[in-house]
């Protein structure tokens, strides 16, 4: 089994920043691929983005591209979305979650793909 637990998020004005993190146990880190998503009151999880279990290649949805960055400490069992220049729109709640398998270039933001998820953090952006 595997066990991920989401920290960091909160309130934050718009324009601000935030740093997601990921504290992954039960089954070794640096084995599997890792993914973000987030999901509004009344909407599906949406992909927004994913890492290999090296930290390359990275994913991301068009929507936070150039403004998400995603990273990976496999020394720490710690997967990191750093969110910058935060708008309203953000606001969700953000879930970590991960997979054995390699991605492929067109599954890796499909949430059925994925094996283990985390109970999620929630970020709010105020206008």
């Known amino acids: 089994q595997v066990q991920l637990v989401e920290s960091g998020g909160g309130l934050v004005q718009a324009g601000g920043s935030l740093r997601l993190s990921c504290v992954a146990s039960g089954r070794t880190f640096s084995d599997m691929n890792h993914g973000w998503f987030r999901q509004s009151p009344k909407k599906a999880r949406d992909f927004v983005a994913a890492i290999s279990w090296n930290g390359a290649p990275t994913y991301y949805s068009d929507s936070v591209k150039g403004r998400f960055t995603v990273s990976r400490d496999n020394a720490k069992n710690t997967l990191y979305l750093q969110l910058n220049n935060l708008e309203p729109g953000h606001t969700a709640k953000y879930y970590c979650?991960?997979?054995?398998?390699?991605?492929?270039?067109?599954?890796?933001?499909?949430?059925?793909?994925?094996?283990?998820w985390g109970q999620g953090t929630q970020v709010t952006v105020s206008s």
């Open positions: 979650a991960a997979r054995y398998k390699s991605f492929t270039s067109t599954d890796y933001g499909l949430t059925r793909n994925y094996d283990y």
